[in-house]
């Protein structure tokens, strides 16, 4: 081959490559000219649809449950879309608390109107304060979302002076957010002239006889067969222990006369309560042939000490709940 044969064939292919890229580049702009074209079409088109749709005027759907909300948007041709749950006061569980876009707004037809759905009152625990000094008790309540409505004060027999003997509504009581709770303060140890109820639960007869003896008062005694304790324990008293009375006052206590069965044991029960800077609620649960029954439910001052005489029938099983929490259990036979 010729040097001038080569040169033409060089040329002939450097100009092949060259058309060959040229259909590659204008086979590219070509689609995407297209493509642009398709996505201005259906832009427009959309656009064209959205714009068609009439314009009406949005509702108002607050305070309405969830169902009446719903026809009323469907009435205009709306639709509706949760956007979250809230805590509300005056506005019921399951209705619509607020709404976007708001009330007599302007939109087309097929919006979408998101909503808030009311919860109710948040309701919230009351927290223990017995045995906590007035500050923090004060400081619990608030935390938990209540407010303190008064303290009171009152002698006490148990709890020092300066800490809480007692609080109304009871711990762990449900209330709305919000709700007020009343405090009693323990002014310390009564003066002579005023006489305070002994507690006396879960001792005996007699001790209840003496007291009401020494301080003139009318001791009442109601007596209860099926009462889970020993024969001539007392169960319950009215007033409560700490309570107030002027002398020649009324003491209701009720003693249990429940015959023992051939089979029947004793368990003396002992807890003492760890120390601490609060009350606690005690509750003892024992099961056996006769089934489950509550011994205790009350509250403790830290350090205090639980004694008690358990009637059983066969094997037993004795729980221990510290404020809701199991703190001993025992199988005895």
């Known amino acids: ?29 070509i689609l995407v000219f297209f493509v642009l074209l398709v996505f201005v079409s259906i832009d427009w088109v959309m656009g064209a649809l959205v714009h068609t ?9 607050t305070k309405k449950p969830v169902t009446a909300a719903l026809n009323s948007l469907a009435s205009v041709n ?49 927290p223990s304060v017995e045995g906590l000094d007035l500050r923090a008790a004060q400081l619990a309540v608030r935390q938990a979302g209540l407010q303190v409505e ?14 809480i003997i007692s609080q109304t509504p009871e711990a762990d009581s449900m209330l709305t ?14 003066p002579a002239s005023v006489i305070l109820v002994p507690d006396f639960r879960n001792k005996k007869l007699a001790e209840a006889t003496l007291w009401a003896s020494q301080q003139n008062m009318n001791l009442i005694v109601k007596e209860d067969a099926n009462s889970p304790f020993p024969y001539g324990t007392i169960a319950e008293q009215q007033p409560a222990a700490d309570s107030e009375v002027a002398p020649g006052s009324a003491v209701v206590v009720t003693v249990s006369r429940r015959e023992a069965s051939e089979d029947e044991k004793m368990y003396h029960l002992h807890y003492e309560l ?15 042939d006769n089934g489950e029954r509550e011994v205790i439910n009350e509250s403790r001052q830290p350090g205090s000490k639980i004694d008690l005489e358990i009637p059983y029938s066969g094997k037993a099983t004795f729980r221990i709940l510290s404020d809701g929490i199991l703190v001993r259990e025992r199988e005895i036979q």
Request: proline share 5%; net charge positive.
């Open 78 to 126: 709306l639709a509706l879309k949760q956007a979250g749950l809230e805590y509300a006061e005056n506005v019921p569980p399951g209705s619509v608390l607020r709404q976007i876009p708001t009330a007599g707004s302007t939109v087309r037809e097929g919006r979408v109107i998101r909503v808030w759905i009311s919860q109710g009152d948040e309701m919230v625990f009351v």
């Open 1 to 29: 081959m010729t040097k001038n044969t080569e040169e033409n064939f060089e040329e002939f292919i450097g100009k092949t490559k060259k058309s060959s890229r040229g259909k590659w580049i204008a086979a590219a702009v």
């Open 274 to 288: 760890p120390q601490g800077k609060k009350a606690m609620r005690i509750r003892i649960v024992m099961t056996d």
């Open 150 to 163: 008064k303290v009171e004060n009152a002698y006490s027999l148990t709890v020092d002076k300066g800490l």
């Open 177 to 190: 957010r919000g709700d007020k709770v009343t405090l009693t303060l323990s002014n310390g140890q009564p």
């Open 53 to 61: 749709r009439k314009e009406v005027q949005v509702p108002d759907i």
